[in-house]
């Protein structure tokens, strides 16, 4: 029997089981930190997003086969090391994803009513680190820094009515939150033009569509329309939305202001709010012949009660683990990190990509491994690590304890949204009576 343990259960990982639990004689382990599976799919994609959502059926699917097994509320680094993992498995797969904000390196960046999007994004989704988070939503100015997916994700959901969630699985604290909220202008920075911008056609054109908020696009901004021909054609479209943001601006209560060329250069605030963020000082940039942007010494100011930075993600390291510092990620040879030791999906690459780009990566490395690990070296596997966290006193969640717990997040819906989800590891663990 060869024995193979993934670390992480979101898209990389289940990707990764998905082609290794097809060959014979294998044994996959799926350990996860928390008592429910699906990583990114469950707190990391927009909650409005149910059709990217709807994938989790199919890593049901390989969770349910015989040979691939779910390991929740199993924290490695705490209950188990990776070197224990190593010694016991054929092969380890981190497929921990990129859940660390990239630090804002700018004065003022530490002050209340700045915060990450990881933190932001698992808020509204349920993350039970981020459910206390209790972002201040009161002032009429936010400022959304970066000009990726996720500052559009950000954008949208704080632009929304709470009829625009039907259907979602917005978790209750911020669809209560965000109904009550005072967020009025809405400025998403890129420290570059609308030729650079991060940002898928789908999700850039969901912005024309809300109900009570609108896009506007300063015309000024816009590259002329013939240099459009040189982009590749998705990005042909999304520059192509922001056109037509600019050229058709409609009066609604809510106002999404792309702000381009803008630098946020400090974070200011108030004395007598406890220093809490009061505006955002931008610089004016312009582009150089390698497309980078420099400052132009130009200033303006923008009033914001809330700074979101979205300005992507990173891996955290673990100790002994070698690791990329630039890019936020494991160091890696095509997803080779140390004998036995793999990564996978946005461990391996960095943050980058959609969700169904981590498929590819995952049946690659499942490959790399199998023919790596060939027979197998007679590991101890599954039942060395059962007897390791018994003698710790570690009691994992099974695949089964997950559908009891998801059961019971649909029965506990607060205010009927059969959605709902737990936000805390403790409501997980009571619904499996621990
Ligand atoms: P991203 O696509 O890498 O975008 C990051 C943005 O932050 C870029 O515009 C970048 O500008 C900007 N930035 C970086 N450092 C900055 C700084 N110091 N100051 C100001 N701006 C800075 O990252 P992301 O939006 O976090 O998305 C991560 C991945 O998830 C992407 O592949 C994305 O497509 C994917 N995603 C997909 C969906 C979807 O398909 N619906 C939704 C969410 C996320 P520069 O270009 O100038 O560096």
């Known amino acids: 029997m060869r024995h193979v343990a993934i670390v992480g259960s979101g898209p990389a990982g289940y990707y990764t089981a998905e082609t290794l639990q097809k060959a014979d004689d294998i044994a996959v382990d799926v350990i996860d930190r928390l008592p429910v599976p699906y990583g990114l799919i469950r707190t990391g994609v927009a909650p409005d997003h149910q ?27 705490t209950d188990v090391s990776i070197d224990e993992l190593v010694v016991l498995y054929d092969a380890v797969v981190l497929a921990t994803g990129a859940p660390n904000d990239r630090p804002l390196d700018i004065a003022g960046a530490d002050r209340p009513g700045v915060i990450g999007s990881a933190a932001f994004v698992g808020w509204y989704n349920g993350h039970p680190d981020f459910a206390d988070l209790n972002p201040p939503l009161d002032a009429p100015g936010v400022a959304v820094i970066g000009n990726g997916n996720v500052a559009l994700d950000v954008a949208r959901i704080l632009a929304k009515t709470p009829s625009e969630f039907a259907g979602s699985d917005i978790v209750a604290h911020a669809r209560t939150a965000l109904a009550a909220s005072g967020v009025r202008h809405i400025h998403i920075l890129g420290r570059r033009g609308p030729h650079q911008i991060a940002m898928t056609p789908k999700e850039l054109g969901e912005l024309a569509h809300l109900e009570r908020a609108s896009p506007r696009v300063d015309p000024a901004d816009l590259p002329d329309e013939g240099d459009d021909a040189l982009l590749e054609p998705g990005m042909r479209k999304s520059v192509t939305h922001l056109r037509s943001f600019a050229a058709n601006p409609v009066a609604k209560p809510v106002t999404i202001d792309f702000d381009f060329f803008a630098m946020p250069v400090a974070i ?47 891996t955290p390291p673990i100790p002994g683990v070698p690791y990329e510092h630039g890019r936020g990620r494991f160091a890696n040879d095509e997803g080779r990190i140390l004998p036995g030791l793999y990564c996978v999906g ?89």
């Not at 059709?51 to 680094?77: C, M, P, Q």
């Not at 004016?284 to 400052?295: N, P, V, Y």
């Not at 197998?376 to 966290?389: E, I, M, S, T, V």
């Not at 949204?417 to 805390?424: A, D, V």
Request: contains cysteine; glycine residues 14%.
């Open 51 to 77: 059709s990217i959502k709807a994938v989790s059926r199919r890593y049901e699917g390989v969770a349910l086969t015989d040979n691939v097994r779910f390991v929740g509320h199993v924290a490695v680094g």
């Open 268 to 314: 200011e605030g108030s004395q007598e709010n406890g220093g809490r963020v009061r505006r955002v000082i931008v610089e004016k940039t312009a582009l150089d012949a390698d497309l980078r942007s420099h400052g132009t010494g130009e200033t303006y100011a923008i009033d914001a009660g809330l700074v979101i930075s979205c300005i992507g993600y990173q």
């Open 346 to 434: 946005w461990a391996r690459r960095g943050p980058s990509g959609t969700i169904g780009t981590n498929k590819p990566d995952g049946a690659r490395i499942a490959e790399m491994v199998l023919d790596d690990i060939g027979r197998g070296a007679g590991k101890a596997g599954r039942p060395g690590l059962d007897a390791l966290l018994a003698s710790r006193g570690v009691a994992p969640v099974t695949f089964r304890d997950w559908r009891r717990i998801e059961a019971a997040e649909v029965a506990a819906a607060l205010d009927g949204n059969p959605r709902e989800k737990f936000t805390s590891v403790e409501a997980m663990l009571a619904a499996i009576g621990r």
